[in-house]
């Protein structure tokens, strides 16, 4: 059995190499800073990973994820937005409050009780944020998303996730009457910093870059 720190770094390599980077590897120093620690204590862990045959791993190179490692990434990947969709839906919480919470739920070890989750909240295909869940086997729903920030003026889309799962990201979202599904028209970009206008439910907005790149829409 895997300790909680181990499953977190799976996960998140998992979350770097597929869902950020579609490049299937990650560099320490962007896993270092993903987690929020220092270089040589990441190093540590990946050399933990590796000897149990988790990642494929050479100091100062790439990481991979091997197949049993990438089998545990999507297992706690799972777990973590299954309760994400339940505590959302079915407890009240609101989008910036599941992710939490969700952290120390997905480290039950009981496959019993995540099926029967998942076959209660009818087998869900995207969480809260509009990330996809993996199923039981492990195959996850590809993504064919792309960002507000490429959206020309005149352009029409809709939000389907976020990128950025942070608290303040989420309220800001929320703030500006942002959900799932709702649709979004962007009015005009500026060149020199990026900042658009967007209109939503007939209100408009400016938002930054930044802000955009993280907004996924289709």
Request: include cysteine; glycine fraction near 6%.
């Given at each position: ?36 620690v ?18 494929d ?114 309220q ?12 979004i ?34």
């Amino acid at each position: 059995m895997l300790s909680y720190t181990e499953e977190n770094y799976l996960k998140a390599l998992f979350h770097l190499t597929y869902e950020i980077e579609h490049s299937n590897e990650a560099g320490t120093n962007q896993l270092a800073s993903y987690m929020g620690v220092k270089p040589a204590t990441a190093t540590d862990m990946l050399r933990k990973l590796k000897e149990k045959g988790l990642i494929d791993y050479e100091k100062y190179g790439k990481i991979t994820l091997s197949d049993d490692g990438r089998g545990h990434a999507l297992e706690v990947l799972r777990k973590h937005r299954l309760w994400e969709t339940f505590l959302f839906q079915k407890l009240d919480f609101t989008w910036d409050e599941v992710h939490e919470v969700a952290e120390q739920l997905e480290h039950i070890h009981s496959p019993k009780l995540i099926d029967k989750l998942d076959k209660f909240l009818g087998f869900p295909e995207y969480d809260p944020h509009g990330d996809a869940i993996p199923d039981a086997q492990g195959n996850l729903k590809p993504s064919f998303r792309k960002s507000l920030a490429e959206v020309e003026p005149g352009g029409q889309c809709k939000m389907v996730a976020v990128r950025d799962n942070t608290v303040a990201f989420l309220q800001y979202v929320s703030q500006l009457n942002l959900k799932i599904d709702t649709p979004i028209k962007v009015l005009s970009r500026q060149s020199y910093d990026g900042t658009i206008e967007i209109l939503i439910d007939n209100q408009l907005n400016t938002v930054s870059q930044k802000f955009a790149e993280n907004i996924m829409i289709v």
